[in-house]
């Protein structure tokens, strides 16, 4: 007998013999349906005899098949959705009902009436040997899958949960450690392949798969999670430890630290704890991670422990590596013990240590400190007045420090008296370089900038801002170096202000007096701003006067007139540009050109730009981007608004260019450049080409061979040449003509023997 798994439904079997056999008769007795079961999907079981089978069954549909008998819900639930489609009920009385359906109720009655969720049908076997023919069919396939597929991870994956759903769990081993020759670094099949033993408590297999993992991939920190955490599951604490131990010295990170910390206070193993924590903090000496040591001797040491640490960490680091948290955490440990002489000690000696710019948080906790435990009233001149005697002490160490004077006037512009401001300032920018050199100016030029921007924004004393951006000027020697930024700051300064005229007249001084290429920018800048073209013009004009070879400015010119919808001066700007003798950055003027070119639709012009850089510069570059100009110029207008096929006449001039830059390549021997040139070639055929035209530029492609060549110190070193097939051929022809020639003398020289 055979099995057919199939529904309740009476669908019809029919064999190739022409016997057809109605599903409903055969079913026997004791195996009638209920109400419930013909409403669901079940698997049906046909005993058929075997001499009535040729072949494997197909299953059609009847024309007149017996109708299912609905059960009387479902016959209900119809006739009702029938009557309500007929309108709304007529009620004569409104009123509310005296028996209120709660919500409760509905809920407990929809769930009661659920009907009963569809099963799979359940395929049987009636002996072992069928189960093994399945098992071997079912083998056969995943066996093809893989092979198919090699390197698809999900074939191996569902091959192995197959042979553990068998509990063939040696042939599961044997499918990961297949999987495992393929995919060696494979987070997830280790992960996958390790979950299937501890599953099947094969804890020996387990182990030595993990010991193996993480031999593999020592720096995956999830295998070395599903170590421990299995070590100590199984209660092996020394194990455990020792997995530990071989993961910290790879050096994880930060969490893995933490992980092995947390361990031994589980077990109460705070010495040992306190190694670990030696051991951290110095493969991560970082503050918070001195704190994290701290806090754990406060919660298991004494107060002693707790300032080691605290000490050992402010020693370790030093003042460039020590952090602001590391002194607040310290002394809010001595304030928590009541020791608030320790405490205020710390602060000041932390204040005194790190600049202002690393201590905001740390004046904060001083200050709530002070609020807290001292005196209330002086709290902020305490702070302002140790600061002060800091930065006095530094300015008087070195005068020209100019960075403490930046700190120094900022921390007087925070106290907010103007006088002690205007004080700081005079006496910071009295403090002129010795030297006149642009280098040791650069820091106190922006002296005079604050003292400006304080006395404009914070004093509103536009006047003495105005003396102070004149003097800056006066004293700045515009003869060796200036500096644009002092010119364009009080250029705004004075249109704030509304004066534009001073602040015009102030950038001509600047240009008529020392011209630079970012004065003329920000003076092009300010008129653009203000719509003046003409004035815009006349100073790209002189910007070019002074510096013709900067190609931006050629550019950012042309951009002016194109703006301007004058094409005609913009074509006449490049050309000029082009024509000069020395540029700066040729190739982008070049490009700015050609684009500009190509999207006015003149594609001659373009052509001949592309032909003229060419005649200047062999570049592969320019040569590639020549070829895919040829491969997208539109055959008309139509099609240049719409996008269209690449025609065979587009391809073909793109081949000819390609074809052009290989031969001046190989003409003048340029390897590297003919290789790029090449690929481009071979990318483009390979889109655009048949088989016949990529098959030929294959065959232009060159071998690499390693070579040596001499150095100047007499040493040899190895280098990547490329050998072209038109190298080998001739190499090849010299090689036969000298064979030809050995063998010529040896037969002249028998014969005269």
Not at 607 to 623: C, F, I, N, Q
Request: proline share 4%; charged share 35%; aromatic share 12%.
């Amino acid at each position: 007998s055979c099995f057919f798994l199939t529904t309740a439904q009476p669908w019809v079997a029919s064999t190739t013999s022409g016997l057809t056999i109605d599903a409903s008769r055969h079913r026997q007795p004791s195996e009638s349906a209920s109400l419930g079961e013909q409403t669901t999907l079940s698997s049906l079981q046909l005993i058929c005899e075997t001499r009535y089978l040729a072949s494997k069954p197909i299953y059609t549909r009847p024309r007149n098949y017996r109708r299912l008998h609905l059960p009387p819900s479902t016959f209900h639930r119809q006739v009702a959705t029938m009557e309500a489609s007929r309108g709304p009920p007529k009620v004569k009385n409104k009123a509310a009902a005296p028996v209120q359906i709660s919500a409760e109720q509905l809920l407990r009655e929809a769930v009661d009436r659920q009907e009963v969720a569809l099963q799979a049908p359940t395929q049987r076997f009636a002996d072992l040997e069928e189960l093994h023919e399945f098992q071997g069919r079912k083998r056969r396939e995943f066996e093809d899958y893989v092979r198919r597929n090699r390197v698809n991870l999900n074939n191996w994956m569902r091959y192995a949960q197959w042979e553990l759903e068998q509990k063939e769990f040696l042939r599961a081993r044997s499918v990961f450690e297949r999987a495992l020759d393929v995919h060696p670094n494979d987070i997830r099949l280790w992960i996958r392949y390790i979950e299937s033993e501890m599953k099947c408590r094969n804890i020996n297999h387990a182990r030595n798969l993990l010991d193996r993992a993480v031999t593999r991939l020592p720096r995956v920190d999830k295998l070395w999670y599903k170590y421990v955490y299995m070590e100590e599951m199984l209660g092996n604490v020394p194990g455990t430890r020792q997995v530990f131990d071989r993961w910290m010295q790879w050096q994880p990170d930060e969490a893995a630290w933490s992980a092995y910390i947390k361990l031994e206070k589980r077990y109460g193993e705070y010495d040992r704890a306190r190694d670990i924590f030696r051991a951290f903090t110095l493969v991560h000496p970082e503050p918070r991670n001195w704190i994290k040591w701290a806090r754990f001797e406060e919660e298991f040491g004494t107060s002693d422990m707790v300032r080691d640490v605290f000490g050992t960490a402010i020693e370790e680091l030093g003042d460039e590596f020590v952090d602001e948290k590391l002194f607040i955490a310290y002394a809010r440990y001595e304030a928590k013990l009541k020791e608030y002489e320790r405490a205020r000690a710390i602060y000041k000696y932390a204040l005194d240590r790190l600049p202002r710019s690393r201590s905001m948080a740390l004046h904060k906790a001083y200050t709530t400190f002070e609020k807290q435990f001292g005196d209330k009233d002086g709290v902020e001149d305490v702070v302002l007045s140790k600061r002060r005697v800091f930065y006095e002490a530094q300015v008087k160490e070195n005068p020209k420090n100019y960075d403490t004077w930046f700190d120094y006037t900022r921390l007087e512009e925070t106290a907010g008296d103007l006088d002690r401001v205007r004080d700081v300032y005079e006496r910071a920018v009295a403090q002129v370089p010795p030297a006149q050199e642009k280098r040791f100016w650069r820091r106190y030029i922006y002296l005079w900038i604050n003292y400006a921007i304080f006395e404009e924004l914070q004093a509103k004393d536009v006047e003495r801002a105005r003396q102070i951006y004149r003097v800056c000027l006066e004293l700045i020697p515009h003869k060796k170096f200036t500096f644009a930024k002092i010119w364009l700051l009080k250029s705004q300064f004075e249109i704030r202000q509304g004066e534009l005229t001073a602040a015009r007249k102030t950038l001509g001084q600047a240009i008529g007096m020392c011209p630079k290429d970012k004065l003329f920018r920000g003076y092009i800048e300010l008129e653009l701003k203000l719509f003046e073209f003409l004035r815009c013009r006349t100073l790209y004009e002189k910007h070019i006067e002074w510096n013709p070879s900067n190609c931006q400015t050629w550019i950012k010119f042309a951009e002016l007139e194109r703006g301007l919808d004058d094409l005609e001066r913009t074509r006449a700007i490049f050309e000029l540009a082009v024509s000069q003798p020395v540029l700066d950055m040729p190739e982008l003027l070049w490009k700015a050109y050609i684009d500009f070119e190509e999207e006015e639709g003149e594609y001659e012009r373009t052509r001949e730009l592309y032909e003229r850089l060419l005649e200047k510069t062999d570049h592969v570059k320019v040569w590639i981007s020549f070829a895919h100009f040829e491969l997208n110029i539109p055959e008309d207008e139509e099609e240049a608004e719409e996008e269209a096929p690449i025609s065979n006449e587009a391809k073909a001039r793109a081949r000819k260019v390609f074809e052009r830059a290989h031969k001046s390549m190989r003409d003048k021997e340029l390897k590297e450049e003919a290789v790029t040139l090449l690929n481009a070639w071979l990318s483009f055929e390979r889109t655009h080409g048949s088989d016949d035209d990529v098959e030929k530029v294959q065959r232009l492609m060159p071998r690499k061979t390693k070579r040596r060549r001499r150095l100047d110190d007499d040493s040899f070193e190895e280098y990547i040449d490329y050998v072209f097939p038109a190298d080998d051929k001739q190499t090849q022809n010299l090689s036969n003509l000298l064979a030809m020639a050995q063998a010529w003398k040896q037969q002249g020289g028998d014969a005269a023997a």
